[in-house]
């Protein structure tokens, strides 16, 4: 069994025991339900690629990226230099992530936050909005078709914005763009989680124009950028590059010198 059908065999469990301790209903009580989203596509620049700055303590293929992690301290750099977005990885079990970061962060959020997480079920997405997130990812690869648009109109009747992930061109046909027209391409293969950046280029070249593209994860170097510059992205998703950086503001406003488009 690879490490996705564990992630997502775990993930069915504590779903199925979550529904029965919430209902959808409850989520509407709590702080941030109510709350307006921040839409993403107002903090893209025109002139420069946008980050989207990850807070990620763990990961499958490279166990604990930070040992020295204070989130909220973390968050507060990447509001103050003006990332796009923040990432948040909630999942607790594989990623040492959690759903209290997300709220603890929207208490103080000058940005949209991203709830990263493998979400498969219309709870999670309440749940996600109650905490505070703006935005949440959608993996196709584990998704039918029927699932994204379902999770997906979920989302935005609530008011979040939706990322839709994908890292094959075989989750192409799932995908309804009108729906989802902002696409997350994941250069990590998540059944092996191999890199490659030129997996970004492959699946660019068939989205619609319209389409908001998001390169997510083994983006380390100027030179991946500057590759990644030749492709039709507007937006890169770092985290282990941040994450495992000894100063993190120097490595953030070394990565926004190196995504500036120059004219």
């Known amino acids: 069994m690879n490490i ?7 993930k069915k469990e504590e779903v199925k025991k979550f529904k029965q301790k919430y ?7 709590m702080e941030f339900f109510e709350k307006p989203a921040i839409e993403l596509r107002d903090f893209i620049p025109k002139d420069s690629l946008g980050i989207i700055a990850e807070i990620k303590k763990a990961s499958p293929s490279k166990g604990i990226i930070r040992k020295d992690f204070n989130y909220m301290k973390i968050a507060e750099i990447y509001f103050k230099e003006e990332v796009s977005a923040v990432s948040i990885l909630t999942e607790e079990k594989f990623f040492k992530g959690s759903k209290e970061y997300l709220k603890d962060i929207a208490g103080i959020k000058q940005r949209p936050l991203l709830r990263k997480d493998f979400i498969i079920d219309e709870h999670q997405v309440y749940e996600a909005k109650a905490f505070g997130a703006d935005i949440i990812l959608l993996i196709s690869e584990v998704l039918s078709e029927s699932q994204i648009a379902e999770l997906t109109c979920a989302a935005k009747e609530i008011g979040l914005g939706v990322v839709l992930e994908l890292h094959s061109e075989k989750e192409l046909d799932k995908i309804n763009f ?3 027209n902002i696409i997350g391409v994941n250069n990590r293969n998540l059944e092996d989680f191999s890199v490659n950046l030129r997996t970004t280029k492959i699946i660019t070249e068939k989205l619609p124009d319209e389409v908001l593209i998001i390169s997510e994860s083994g983006i380390n170097k100027k030179v991946d950028i500057d590759f990644l510059k030749t492709t039709k992205i507007k937006a890169i998703l770092v985290g282990g590059h941040l994450m495992s950086s000894k100063d993190i503001r120097e490595s953030l406003k070394q990565l926004k010198e190196w995504c500036v488009i120059e004219s």
């Not at 209902?23 to 009580?29: H, Q, R, V």
């Open 4 to 10: 996705l059908n564990q992630i997502l065999d775990y």
């Open 23 to 29: 209902s959808l209903s409850s989520f509407k009580e």
């Open 178 to 180: 009108g729906l989802n």
